[in-house]
């Protein structure tokens, strides 16, 4: 089975469709587990459209909302180190793959639990869903600070949104969700403030989530540290 994703329907010119073919080339060439395999693509000045495999146990964030019960520590821990493991693979790569748009539902688990990291590399063609497109692609609630302030950003803006990701599976809870589009920008990127960890985390869980929080880029991890912090995680909890 696959899924087709189509973009607005707009006129795009002959420069943006090159650009997108060159992407697509890039992105057909993918081949990691963690990754959702990209199968083709439509280009056309009238219809943009991408093809990839079909999950159909969804995305995570629907799947915190209704599996919740089902979720423990071990299996959260596990799709943490998957989410990574796939960051890690678009980071290396040559060209580097930065995703500009990492959360919850942009994640896609399949029938054992194993996550997948989807809809990456062609955010620079989509079309903004708040404010003005002059401040970039992503969603709020997910977007690293200097993003936020339209500052010139790298790949550890995606670690950041890594941060919370982590903080979802933890909490099981929906990112300042008491806060509408237009407050989060203001808290996150211009008064600096961070989701509230409950203090019920496990200490080594907040510890790295407030490490891909840091108001520094430079100061966040890489994926390839992550993954070393997170893959002792799992061993501290029981199969359950």
């Not at 520590?73 to 890690?88: F, S």
């Not at 029938?111 to 497109?133: A, P, Q």
């Not at 390839?224 to 995680?233: D, F, G, R, T, Y």
Request: one cysteine or more; charged letters at 25%; aromatic letters at 10%.
């Amino acid at each position: 089975d696959v899924a087709i994703k189509e973009f607005s329907k707009i006129e795009y010119s002959d420069r943006v469709l090159h650009s997108f073919r060159q992407e697509v080339f890039l992105m057909k060439r993918l081949r990691h587990p963690n990754v959702l395999l990209f199968m083709g693509a439509v280009t056309s000045p009238q219809h943009l459209c991408i093809v990839t495999e079909y999950l159909p146990c969804g995305n995570l964030y629907q799947l915190l909302r209704r599996n919740t019960a089902k979720l423990d520590w071990r299996r959260r821990a596990l799709m943490a180190v998957d989410i990574a493991h796939g960051m890690n693979y678009l980071h290396r790569c040559k060209p580097q793959i930065v995703h500009r748009d990492l959360k919850s539902s942009n994640l896609l688990v399949d029938k054992n639990w194993n996550v997948k990291v989807g809809d990456f590399g062609l955010s620079r063609f989509k079309h903004s869903t708040y404010l003005t497109t002059k401040m970039g692609k992503g969603t709020p609630q997910w977007m690293a600070p200097e993003v936020i302030r339209n500052e010139s950003s790298d790949e550890k803006s995606d670690v950041y949104s890594f941060g919370v990701v982590l903080w979802e599976l933890a909490t099981q809870k929906i990112p300042w969700d008491t806060l509408n589009t237009v407050q989060v920008i203001g808290a996150v990127g211009f008064m600096d403030r961070r989701l509230e960890i409950p203090k019920d985390v496990d200490k080594h869980w907040a510890s790295l989530i407030e490490s891909c929080w840091h108001s520094d880029p430079k100061c966040r991890p890489s994926f390839e540290e992550l993954l070393e912090n997170l893959k002792v995680l799992p061993r501290h909890y029981s199969v359950q």
